[in-house]
């Protein structure tokens, strides 16, 4: 646990260091750490582990529920979540996704705004018995009704999968190189 904290000073650190002259930085609030401008918010979520994750993973599902909560709260402008890991990505049992990770095709999905791939996931989330059991009860509704145009503005694009990232003490050497 306390590898995940430093983990997570560290990220808020760096978050702090970059900061723009009227951006405000929370800790622990909306997030791990939240950089609120007046028409943005940047949220991240920083999770040192060693276990590759999937989109049925809980830590992936429960980011996935915190993205839209803060939505939930009608922030005005522009909102982008980072799910910021250690952790490296793995193909759902099943591959339900044609041999491509989830995540992976998340995030192509998010760059290409690909309505196809957005029907995939959307499909995915929405019936998948194991996401559903974690999924917010409002936000499972949500996806069994969403039209995929909407689901892709609201859940994909604003949502960044950061896999693999710096250990603690490579974020360390970037604050300390700042």
Request: proline content about 4%; aromatic content about 10%; hydrophobic content about 45%.
């Amino acid at each position: 646990k306390i590898r995940g904290y430093a983990f997570q000073c560290w990220l808020t650190v760096d978050a702090w260091l970059r900061l723009q002259e009227n951006d405000r930085l929370f800790v622990e609030c909306a997030e791990d750490f939240a950089v609120f401008a007046s028409t943005a918010a940047e949220l991240g979520q920083a999770k040192a582990i060693a276990t590759p994750i999937s989109l049925r993973s809980a830590d992936a599902v429960e980011a996935i529920n915190h993205l839209w909560e803060f939505q939930q709260q009608g922030f005005p402008g522009t909102i982008k979540y980072s799910f910021i890991t250690t952790a490296g990505i793995v193909v759902e049992k099943g591959n339900p996704f044609d041999g491509e990770a989830g995540i992976a095709l998340w995030r192509n999905t998010a760059i290409d705004r690909d309505e196809k791939n957005a029907e995939r996931l959307l499909h995915f989330l929405a019936s998948d018995p194991s996401v559903g059991a974690k999924l917010d009860p409002k936000l499972a509704a949500y996806l069994k009704t969403a039209p995929t145009k909407d689901f892709l503005t609201s859940l994909i694009i604003p949502f960044v999968w950061d896999t693999s990232g710096p250990t603690e003490t490579g974020v360390r050497a970037a604050v300390d190189a700042a």
